[in-house]
């Protein structure tokens, strides 16, 4: 917990409870289908594995990633649970070997999965995407059909089995847009044109976080939840409130100082000080997740209150103006977390720099010291 646990120099701090319990919410939410916990991308910057963790202890039944590296990675972590491979590139024998479930959106890639099986000795769980209008991954309605007959003949030759039939949307985070329908209709047909052909899939799923909280017709057999595991999402306003942020970044003032009136702060003098004042500086820079975007912007909790970032955000540091306030070196910063303390979440540094709270999540840097707490693992 963040009340809790001491404040190092600089952290990031995941509360792997506010996991679990977000898991457990949205799991009673869609009762009925399935929920596959989404840990790519390192966990949204959680840490995949503990993420992967304390997802499983809220009752995820499927991990969901990227890359096929990232598959073998929960394998050798010791995950034995179902685990699918949303992108589709790459050399999946490791990952077959290791029982994942491996995505096709091409002829060409259920072929590679098909020889990846037959000199592994195994049977590939091959899950097959539906491009029903995003245009990234994924076969399009005219070349679903081919990529439906090469599963089909790959499995009548019993190098692999088709486990499921999938699809994503491009706009389920705009509440009432026509596509999501226009997908939903689309990925039935598309489902029913497989089945027909005589594929019989154990999941069939195209929600995510978005959908599923916004969109119930979406749900279908399974869920894939990545954002709202870590108590964040995508749709306008962020994540409902009863999910927790589970991360928090923050840090110690490194130095303290008063300065007087016009003095040029950080690179390019972008801030001049309009009276004396105390400037403190936080050991945390663009190289480790703060977005030069950043400059200016009320967006630093301390003692209470917000402060105003003060000139140019560098690699490694930036300063705060704390005005005659009491600042001391030593004192904690908070840059995002629940927002239960008044601190800025990731949602708002989102909406203020433009982007989305899971670029902020996702981008912390190596360097910052991760602190897991309230996990069993
Ligand atoms: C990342 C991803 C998800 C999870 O999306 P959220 O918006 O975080 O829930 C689901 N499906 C696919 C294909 C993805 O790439």
């Known amino acids: 917990m963040p009340g809790t646990t001491p404040v190092e120099d600089r952290q990031l701090l995941v509360d792997l409870g506010a996991i679990t319990g977000n898991v457990a919410a949205l799991c009673e939410l869609v009762r009925g289908s399935q929920v596959m916990a989404v840990v790519k991308a390192d966990g949204y910057g959680h840490g995949m594995v503990p993420a992967a963790w304390a997802a499983l202890a809220g009752g995820a039944g499927w991990l969901g990633v990227a890359d096929l590296a990232e598959a073998v990675a929960l394998r050798q972590a010791g995950f034995s649970v179902p685990v699918l491979c949303l992108m589709a590139f790459g050399d999946p024998g490791q990952a077959i070997r290791r029982n994942v479930d491996v995505t096709a959106g091409s002829a060409a890639f259920v072929t590679a999965v098909e020889a990846a099986a037959v000199r592994a000795g195994v049977r590939a769980r091959l899950q097959l995407e539906a491009d029903t209008g995003l245009s990234r991954g994924g076969a399009t309605r005219a070349d679903w059909p081919a990529v439906v007959e090469a599963a089909l003949a790959a499995q009548a030759r019993g190098s692999v089995q088709v486990t499921g039939l999938w699809s994503h949307f491009a706009s389920a985070d705009l509440p009432g847009n026509p596509s999501v329908a226009a997908q939903l209709a689309a990925f039935a047909d598309a489902v029913a044109l497989a089945e027909k052909a005589g594929v019989t899939p154990e999941v069939r799923h195209i929600a995510n976080t978005a959908a599923a ?20 999402s995508t749709l306008p306003g962020g994540a409902p409130s009863w999910l927790r942020p589970a991360m928090t970044l923050r840090a110690r003032l490194a130095l303290v100082k008063r300065v007087p009136a016009g003095t040029g702060v950080s690179y390019g003098h972008r801030y001049v000080t309009s009276r004396e004042t105390t400037l403190g500086l936080v050991p945390l820079g663009y190289a480790d997740g703060v977005p030069r975007g950043a ?14 970032i003060a000139g140019t955000v560098c690699m490694d540091q930036f300063v705060v103006d704390f005005g005659d306030e009491p600042a001391a070196a030593g004192d904690e910063v908070v840059l995002f977390g629940p927002g239960n303390g008044g601190e800025p979440t990731a949602q708002e540094w989102g909406e203020v720099l433009g982007t989305i709270s899971y670029d902020l999540a996702t981008g912390i840097g190596a360097r910052v010291p991760r602190t897991h707490t309230g996990g069993d693992h």
């Open 213 to 232: 909280l916004t969109v119930p017709e979406s749900r279908l057999d399974l869920v894939r939840f990545g954002g709202a595991c870590y108590g964040l």
């Open 295 to 308: 400059a200016g912007r009320s967006l630093v909790s301390a003692r209470g209150r917000r402060w105003p």
